[in-house]
T-cell receptor, first 113, second 118 residues
Framework: RKEVEQDPGPFNVPEGATVAFNCTYS??????FFWYRQDCRKEPKLLMS???SGNEDGRFTAQLNRASQYISLLIRDSKLSDSATYLC??????????????FGKGTMLLVSP | GAGVSQSPRYKVAKRGQDVALRCDPI?????LFWYQQALGQGPEFLTY????????KSGLPSDRFFAERPEGSVSTLKIQRTQQEDSAVYLC????????????????FGPGTRLLVL
């Protein structure tokens, strides 16, 4: 079982649609959570951190449920420029103090006119 | 300011050839990470440096992979006797302080080196 699992995608949606991505993680000791965005042939870039209380940044809303080990990302009023792969990322903090990121496989979003 | 840079951006190697991939992290960043991203997959952790110390190399797939950061800034990932399964994008990331929490540990990625082994 992969440590971070995401919806397989791709998601094809029209402009203006609302789309939701789901993610589950296996390690209950995981400590922080993120969504990264990766455009085709580009590097991943941090989209937003995910907090237990839920957080919103414009059209993007992220939720975390630690009990269910579940993370979500909601995009409202999707734009053509939202087309990308969305990576669910979990941060493990080791006893020696440093932390490493574990990435999901990513879910591709294609927004069409 | 300059971000993380990597070179070369593209590398074609014949099977069995040795390759060296370079990463220049953001100036002043203590932590440096290498990831391997195969086609259609998310990045997978290879190794981690805190300054010049390699604290975790658990993700290196075989002893053909070797990484160093001798002066605590630039890092090189070397792959010896390359195999076709080594074909992937190799991403480098750096963070100001990987032992801190919050924004200090946000990882910034370089553009990657796309390696193709024939």
């Amino acid at each position: 079982r992969k440590e971070v699992e995401q919806d397989p995608g791709p998601f094809n949606v029209p402009e203006g649609a609302t789309v939701a991505f789901n993610c589950t993680y296996s390690n209950s000791a995981s400590q922080s959570f993120f969504w990264y965005r990766q455009d085709c042939r580009k590097e991943p870039k941090l989209l937003m951190s995910v907090y237990s209380s839920g957080n919103e940044d414009g059209r993007f809303t992220a939720q975390l449920n630690r009990a269910s080990q579940y993370i979500s990302l909601l995009i409202r009023d999707s734009k053509l420029s939202d087309s990308a792969t969305y990576l669910c990322v979990v941060n493990m903090r080791w006893n020696s103090g440093y932390s490493t990121l574990t990435f999901g496989k990513g879910t591709m979003l294609l927004v069409s006119p | 300011g300059a971000g993380v840079s990597q070179s070369p951006r593209y590398k074609v190697a014949k099977r069995g050839q040795d390759v060296a991939l370079r990463c220049d992290p953001i100036s002043g960043h203590v932590s440096l990470f290498w990831y391997q991203q195969a086609l259609g997959q998310g990045p997978e952790f290879l190794t981690y440096f805190q300054n010049e110390a390699q604290l975790d190399k658990s993700g290196l797939p075989s002893d053909r992979f070797f990484a160093e950061r001798p002066e605590g800034s630039v890092s090189t990932l070397k792959i010896q006797r390359t195999q076709q399964e080594d074909s992937a994008v190799y991403l480098c990331a750096s963070s100001l302080d990987g032992t801190a929490r919050g924004s200090l540990e946000t990882q910034y990625f370089g553009p990657g080196t796309r390696l193709l082994v024939l």
